[in-house]
């Protein structure tokens, strides 16, 4: 079933077939930006598949897209913890590109798991 619908681009055609019409989107985070993924991370991306498929089959154009950029707050507090930073001044004081640096290289660390 999957080849065929591989072959006859089914997913593209449900989308192309809603152009125009209303939208719905669902916006999310990684699903382990900040710590290993677990099984909460499978239930919750189950939801999510569910809500958006019930959504396109209302007959909204579903924009199906995961997000990188959701999860900010939490990278910041671990980067502060490792970092030891106890205040927003002690972050300027490190400096602000080099934070966002180690921010945005915390986001790997558990890509593998």
Not at 22 to 37: D, I, L, M, Q
Request: proline share 4%.
């Amino acid at each position: 079933m999957l080849e065929f619908w591989q072959k006859d681009d089914t997913f593209a055609k449900s989308t192309s077939s809603k152009d125009g019409k209303k939208t719905f989107a669902f916006y999310e985070g990684p699903p382990s930006a900040n710590g290993h993924p677990g099984i909460h991370h499978v239930i919750s991306r189950t939801v999510k598949d569910l809500m958006c498929r019930y959504k396109s089959m209302q007959g909204y154009l579903v924009y199906r897209k995961a997000g990188w950029d959701t999860q900010g707050l939490p990278i910041e507090v671990e980067v502060e913890k490792k970092l030891g930073i106890k205040s927003k001044r002690e972050i300027a004081e490190y400096g602000e590109i080099e934070f966002n640096q180690a921010c945005k290289d915390s986001v790997f660390t558990y890509i593998k798991d």
